[in-house]
């Protein structure tokens, strides 16, 4: 899960990181006020949505003129300008792809006089299962192009959570950074702090980017992004709390509702398979027979009969969709309540496109007698490679 800048900020401050002050707006008018709050004379206005790469990001609706998503402002009357620009606005960055997110919230925060910029991240290096903090003297907004032109000038320092985080990793956080002084003081007590937030937290990702540094010699996270282990958010309701589903996929927020491992791709053969292994293999053989999944969608291991209608429902609620493939290998999960599921969802949708069903493993008879016996047009396949070539000739065929 996903959380908005201002959102990150509010919680790194807890644990006594040091951050510019800020506030989130919805409105025009909430944008203003929040400005006025602040000393001023110099103000950021910024777009909040789950991407990066806001501040060379450009409006639609703006033409390419326009100035980003990242903005300085000089005063109140620029705030109320970029405000009113930017909300309601559709802002493409190279995360977002073409289509782009609608900006509907803002962050205002007071101008700081920069005297450098760093980078810092952490991450859960599945490798060598410890957490990878990721540092460079390069930060801003090129570090993707840090990174693959002068990989040299990026350090990275694992650490062992059993072990937790030590004083010779604060040192080597600052010493990476090139800090002297009280700022390598600052940078090791930064680290400590960052680690202490990224395991409470259960975090999967947190960015500082730039991390900076003032011209009066403080550390300040200037930007900052912070994604969280899914499986881990029981423990955090406050955390929970922070999703906005506005930013997410409609299709992969009702499938996260019913606990389905679902996300939307580019092509048009729907798929639902159960393991996330044999969804791959699914997606793959699609493609070795000239067509593009629509979707990765894993139903578990143990799917009941509601479980699995949802499921289809939502593979049919994609309007790219022109067939379905579903792929299921029955263990746990038994071939005759998949075959139950499937009949149910297509008679309550009114299925449209066609769909190929191989069915294989624990009650697969009485799930291909479901099947047969559903007075819908389903096209049974025996194994694999079969369903794939039948789904891509239905398709072809119906177009």
């Known amino acids: 899960m996903n959380i908005h800048e201002y959102q990150a900020k509010e919680l790194l401050a807890k644990y006594g990181i040091g951050i510019p002050t800020g506030h989130a707006a919805l409105t025009v008018e909430e944008a203003v006020a929040g400005a006025e709050k602040l000393p001023g004379p110099l103000y950021v206005v910024k777009a909040q949505i789950h991407a990066g790469g806001r501040g060379k990001g450009k409006f639609k609706?703006?033409?390419?003129?326009?100035?980003?998503?990242v903005r300085l402002a000089k005063s109140i009357d620029d705030v109320r300008n970029d405000a009113g620009e930017m909300l309601g606005n559709t802002l493409v960055t190279v995360q977002t792809g073409d289509a782009g997110k609608q900006v509907n919230r803002l962050y205002v925060t007071d101008g700081v006089d920069i005297a450098a910029e760093y980078y810092l991240s952490m991450l859960v290096d599945r490798k060598t299962g410890r957490v990878a903090m990721i540092v460079s003297t390069e930060g801003g907004m090129d570090i993707e192009t840090?990174?693959?032109?002068?990989?040299?000038?990026i350090t990275t320092i694992t650490i062992d959570?059993?072990?937790g985080f030590m004083p010779h990793h604060g040192r080597a956080v600052a010493f990476a950074l090139k800090l002297t002084g009280d700022l390598n003081k600052q940078a090791a007590k930064l680290a400590s702090q960052l680690y202490t937030a990224f395991m409470d937290l259960d975090c999967a990702m947190l960015e500082i980017n730039p991390l900076v540094e003032t011209k009066?010699?403080?550390?300040?996270?200037?930007?900052t992004k912070m994604s969280f282990d899914s499986n881990a958010l029981y423990r955090h309701p406050d955390v929970e709390k922070l999703?906005?589903?506005?930013?997410e996929d409609p299709m992969e927020v009702e499938a996260s509702k019913y606990d389905l491992a679902y996300i939307k791709l580019d092509g048009d053969i729907g798929c639902m398979v159960n393991g996330a292994g044999l969804a791959m293999a699914t997606m793959d053989i699609i493609k070795l027979n000239g067509m593009f999944p629509a979707n990765f969608l894993d139903v578990g291991g143990g799917a009941s009969k509601e479980k699995v209608t949802a499921a289809f429902k939502i593979i049919l609620?994609?309007?790219a969709v022109k067939g379905i493939l579903v792929n299921i290998f029955g263990g746990i999960m038994k071939c005759d309540i998949i075959a139950e599921g499937i009949v149910a969802a297509a008679k309550e949708v009114n299925l449209s496109v066609p769909l190929v069903v191989r069915l294989?493993?624990?009650?697969?008879?009485?799930?291909?007698?479901?099947l047969a016996n559903s007075g819908l047009p389903i096209v049974s396949a025996d194994n694999l490679g079969d369903a794939a070539e039948k789904i891509v000739a239905q398709v072809k065929q119906a177009a």
């Not at 609706?61 to 998503?69: I, M, R, T």
């Not at 294989?360 to 479901?370: F, L, M, R, W, Y």
């Open 216 to 223: 009066d010699g403080k550390l300040l996270v200037l930007d």
């Open 243 to 247: 999703r906005d589903e506005t930013e």
């Open 161 to 163: 959570p059993a072990q």
């Open 360 to 370: 294989e493993g624990t009650n697969v008879q009485q799930g291909k007698d479901i």
């Open 146 to 153: 840090v990174a693959h032109d002068t990989p040299e000038r």
């Open 317 to 319: 609620s994609d309007p």
């Open 61 to 69: 609706e703006l033409g390419a003129e326009a100035k980003g998503g």
